[in-house]
């Protein structure tokens, strides 16, 4: 029942986001101006810099990430459907597992376009261990986002909520981009640092279990007033 | 696991933010096959109740009782027994209306969801329009897909905020006689409006809110009007 | 506890005025000298931050699990005094440090767990004055994340540095300076008390004044 809901809102969110595409076209578009304005700022006799190129993807993806949060769910507070979904006898909890799901996809579909951005522009060797690689993208958006489609449900009714949401984000979510950066240039290196990379993935893990079991824990507190 | 009640009581019920006070003290009692209003001049604290009454606020003291359980006790099943019909319609714009009505039917676990959705459809008048865009819409069609969908469960309370604002008056007439049919079907009905006529064909009970604070609370019996102004103009207490 | 507060103001007072005579009267340590003396202050203000910041952290759970209203008066006091205490602490340590090994500052472990808790903090307060209505329950939520998210920075920022060495040094502490040092946290524990309960003590009279103003209106 829990995964059948947390489908549900899941699929809805994916409905209704491939009739406009607004936020993914956006996002996306926003991520790549990122890494181009990182990629211009930061040169070295003329060229970007090669090391630079695992921190900035994953900067990109933390900004891009905070405004598609944001636009998401400013689009719930349009409609107040987000109200809607908290009136339903569904599981709570199950409502953040959903929405979760639909944003940590569209953050997968972002990093689909940088990797190969930023493997073009940086000469990263990003096909040296492209199953790692992956794990390293998915373990840290899904810690990314579970904290962040947290907080961006519970600023639904907030002042302030567009600058907000990065300032409770960012510092939280620190741990994440540690780990992704340094896993992911340890992958980049000539020759990977396989041992580091797995150990920074296990870091990973550890963060979206406990966080993402933490978010569970106080969604229903959280949302209702 | 099916609950169920045959009456809403508000007992002493109270909802401040900080130093402002929303409610104070109301009570009232509303049942099966009644319809209840609640009127008065804005900020009166109408639309807080009724979000008390939907569970999406708690009130700071006092308890509403669906039958003899409280929100708290009765928990997610209490939910499937309301039916909400927010000022904000509660539509998803991009979605079709059969889509919206499809994903409220399945979230709230109804059984048949197509031949539902359909019966949904022809009562909202919408058959022809089921695969457009709620987007499109005027604000009478959307009112009307919102109150199926808030119908979809089957609810036994059924709880409006200003329905009738900007409907023309055959989409009044329309949904005054739905709510007349609900009504004969045993549900509670609670509405929230400034229309007064309307509210002379419409209401069993009147409750008058001023303030926060009940002023009123009896059988309509067709003086309305007469209440609304006795209490409201002058400022009157009395219940 | 009212009762209480001028014994126990007389008594930090006491214990701080004393203080920098023991200070004084401390043996210098061998390779930093004099400046070495800030760690008396340093360390102290290290511990009731980190005390502070995890009374705050159970507070906020207790009041977003329970809805205790006491519990979200302690948690912003507490809140508020771990970001006075990390204050005193992250501007006492550059100084010592620049003095002491030349650099203001240094991307280690411990650094950066302080600064980045610091930060949670500070993000607290902003919540809770710009947040609007219902902003108690998201500074709690923050309490409570940035508390689970302090080990992961300690480890991960840990890891990052040991690949490239620092040139951290750990005073070990001599018989002659644990006098000192444990007489500055006593005082430090005792000045944290007291702001706690004063400035519970605050949020509890404020709330009192919205609840007058609440039966006043009923009127």
Known sequence: MFLKVAWLVMRKDLTVEVRSREIVYTTVFFAVACVLVFAFALVKEGRPLEDAAAGIMWISVAFAGTLALGRTFERERHSETLRALMLAPVSRPAIYVGKLLGIVLLLLIVEAVLVPLVGLLFHAPIWNRPLLLIALLVSGTVGFSAVGTLFAAMLVRARSRDVMLPILLYPITIPVIIAGVRGTAALFEAVPAVDLAQMWLALLGFFDVVFVTLSLWTFEPLMTE | MSFDFTEVAVRDVSRHYGRRRALAGVSLTCRSGEVLGLLGPNGAGKSTLLSILATLLAPSTGQVYYGSHTAGQAGPALRARLGFLSHDLHLYPELTARENLEFFARLYGVEAVSERVATALGRAGLTARGEDVVSGFSRGMRQRLALERALLHEPRLLLLDEPFTGLDDASVAALVSRLHELRAADRIIVVVTHDLDVAERLLDKVAVLKDGRLVAFDDAHGRIREHYRAHVAVGDRCS | ?219
């Open chain 3, 1 to 219: 506890m009212k009762k209480g507060y001028p014994l126990f103001v007389l008594l930090a007072v006491v214990l701080f005025s004393v203080a920098p005579v023991m200070v004084a009267q401390a043996p210098y340590e061998a390779t930093m000298g004099l400046v070495q003396k800030i760690f008396y202050y340093h360390v102290p203000s290290a511990m009731v931050m980190f005390l502070s910041a995890f009374i705050c952290g159970i507070a906020s759970a207790v009041y977003l699990f329970k809805a205790r209203p006491e519990a979200d008066r302690i948690a912003a006091a507490a809140a508020e005094l771990t970001v006075v205490f990390g204050l005193i602490v992250l501007v006492t340590g550059p100084l010592w440090a620049r003095k002491a090994w030349g650099v203001w500052w240094q991307w280690d472990a411990r650094l950066t767990s302080t600064l980045l808790m610091w930060m949670i903090f500070v993000a607290y307060l902003l919540v809770r004055r710009f947040g609007g209505s219902g902003a108690e329950k998201l500074g709690a939520a923050m309490a409570v994340f940035g508390m689970a998210n302090v080990p992961f920075v300690y480890v991960s920022v840990n890891i990052w540095r040991t690949i490239h060495p620092t040139t951290r040094v750990v005073p070990t502490l001599s018989p002659g300076m644990r006098g000192p040092f444990w007489f500055c946290a006593i005082a430090f524990m005792l000045l944290f008390g007291l702001l706690l309960a004063v400035r519970a003590r605050l949020e509890q009279r404020r709330a009192d004044v919205e609840h007058l103003y609440l039966l006043a209106d009923e009127e």
